[in-house]
């Protein structure tokens, strides 16, 4: 079973880094939480990007952090600070030399840009792709599938992101996160507004409720005495012509002798 770490319980303690391996042009280090793949799950955040203009190899989406709550901003902090710490602790394991904590804090590209006066916190996280095709699964509110086009600018969401590893650049270093899932609050259209309150004037109504459903049942049961009646007369009817065509062919029978 997949481990989810809300961001609002995770113990930062429980974080792992590997020992960076070399990975074509770039150095790449794991991540796990607790020996677990560092799957997170956000605060609900508000979305700042069109979907509908997702596209390129790389794609990525753009989300604000509510003013009510910057207590995911704090962790993201965190996880910078951590990071930037822990590269400079291990430096001389994982490259071969002491670098200077302002030359590493100066290679690193934070998850979250500082907070500025007045304006809410924004961040990016990169989409999952495989063939040009975007593989993160997207939900509504109700837990149904839709595709990242039905998403609407400003509209709101969670997310789980997936924190694989750092990248270790020639000339940065920074966490590989993608989204792996994410949970999207579109606002439903109402095609009828039915207001809550009762709007009826009662000095227009006569009858009381139990007054209208005592007539109603009244009608209806007029009205199945009527059926009854008119189905009898139907049927003395038939009973009338029966014995109209007896004894006709009496008669028949009688001039025939």
């Known amino acids: 079973m997949t481990q989810i770490y809300r961001y609002d319980e995770l113990d930062l303690s429980k974080i792992e880094f590997e020992v960076p391996e070399k990975q074509g042009n770039i150095y790449y280090s794991q991540v796990k939480c607790d020996n677990n793949p560092f ?9 700042l990007s069109d979907c509908n203009e997702l596209s390129g190899s790389n794609p990525s989406m753009e989300f604000e952090i509510p003013d009510n709550n910057l207590d995911i901003h704090d962790l993201f902090h965190e996880l910078d600070d951590m990071l930037v710490k822990t590269t400079y602790k291990n430096s001389v394991e994982w490259f071969k030399q002491k670098i200077p904590l ?38 509504n509110q109700d837990k149904k599938f839709i595709n990242v086009e039905d998403i609407n600018k400003n509209s709101s969401g969670i997310l789980i992101i997936h924190i694989r590893g750092i990248k270790f650049l020639k000339q940065q270093y920074l966490y590989d996160i993608y989204i792996t899932q994410m949970k999207v609050f579109i606002p439903k259209e109402n095609k009828y ?8 004037d009662g000095d227009f109504c006569t009858q009381s409720d139990e007054e209208i459903i005592d007539s109603e ?3 209806e049961i007029e009205n199945n005495k009527e059926r009854m009646i008119l189905r009898k007369k139907e049927e003395m009817d038939k009973i009338k012509m029966l014995q109209e065509q007896i004894n006709k062919m009496s008669k028949n029978l009688e001039n025939s002798d």
């Open 217 to 219: 049942a009244i009608q």
């Open 102 to 139: 302002e030359v590493i804090d100066d290679m690193y590209k934070r998850i979250c840009k500082p907070l500025k006066r007045n304006q809410n916190p924004s961040i990016k996280f990169k989409l999952p792709v495989i063939q040009n095709k975007i593989v993160c699964k997207i939900y």
């Open 193 to 200: 507004l039915i207001p809550e309150k009762c709007l009826i």
């Open 39 to 47: 799957y997170l799950q956000t605060s609900k955040l508000n979305i």
